[in-house]
């Protein structure tokens, strides 16, 4: 299965989607400076977990 980088994270919640086809980037300054050299915006989810 696919594994994106928050497979690195401590978090268990973040944990819970490191296998999803998202390239998603924890909050990080790589996630700033890639967006900013691509002109793109940030995407956030702060996402909640039951």
Known sequence: P????LAQEQSPYLLQHQHNPVDWYPWCQ??????RAEDK????SVGYAT
């Open 30 to 35: 790589e996630a700033f400076d890639r967006a």
């Open 41 to 44: 915006p940030i995407f956030l």
């Open 2 to 5: 696919h594994t994106n980088r």
